[in-house]
T-cell receptor, first 117, second 110 residues
């Protein structure tokens, strides 16, 4: 079974530039998550989708971050404009998302390491 | 907000020794999970222990849970170089939001 795919693996940009990350979850997984992991810290949930609807985006800085999952499969996360403090690893994860059992095991992709200069 | 806090922040041991990491959390839980993260393989789910379980084993891993103290421990026996990684505990805040601690950085010395 293929795992969660993410691209690119690395990205270096100047502050105030824009950047986009792509995630392809495990086939059949209804729930998709984007996490931000700053160096030395644990992952922090940015946004959670159930199919193509947003379940939780309470920690997404909506003035600069946006995410979509138009067809309930792939997802993109965008930052516009980027700030120095956005330097982090952006992890995508997916889970089965079975009804009544929301606390499924999450499977993580390799992440995208973003450096903002 | 962080639900779990790992202790110690860093741990260095010799290959073959046992490694113990602890996690404390703040609110009541249905389950607690442990994840491993290394540079080669990203974040990987290791084990899940439910609130009605006190101990669980998986290979060289042993997890305990004390809900009265709101704490959990992860024991890795007979450590190997490949166990070098960061280990995170994670719990659910509400029904669906998984919250991670800051992690324990484990180094296994040959």
């Amino acid at each position: 079974e293929a795992g969660v795919a993410q691209s690119p693996r690395y990205k270096i940009i100047e502050k105030r530039q824009s950047v986009a990350f792509w995630c392809n979850p495990i086939s059949g997984h209804a729930t998709l998550y984007w996490y931000q992991q700053i160096l030395g810290q644990g992952p922090k949930l940015l946004i959670q989708f159930q199919n193509n609807g947003v379940v939780d985006d309470s920690q997404l800085p909506k003035d600069r971050f946006s995410a979509e999952r138009l067809k309930g499969v792939d997802s993109t996360l965008k930052i516009q404009p980027a700030k120095l403090e956005d330097s982090a690893v952006y992890l995508c994860a997916s889970s089965l998302g079975r009804g009544g059992l929301p606390q499924d095991t999450q499977y993580f992709g390799p992440g995208t390491r973003l450096t903002v200069l | 907000s962080q639900q779990g806090e790992e202790d110690p922040q860093a741990l260095s041991i010799q290959e073959g020794e046992n490694a113990t990491m602890n996690c404390s959390y703040k609110t009541s839980i249905n389950n607690l999970q442990w994840y491993r993260q290394n540079s080669g393989r990203g974040l990987v789910h290791l084990i899940l222990i439910r609130s009605n379980e006190r101990e669980k084993h998986s290979g060289r891993l042993r997890v305990t849970l004390d809900t009265s103290k709101k704490s959990s421990s992860l024991l890795i026996t007979a450590s190997r170089a490949a166990d070098t990684a960061s280990y995170f505990c994670a719990t659910f805040q509400g029904a669906q939001k998984l919250v991670f601690g800051q992690g324990t950085r484990l180094t296994i010395n040959p």
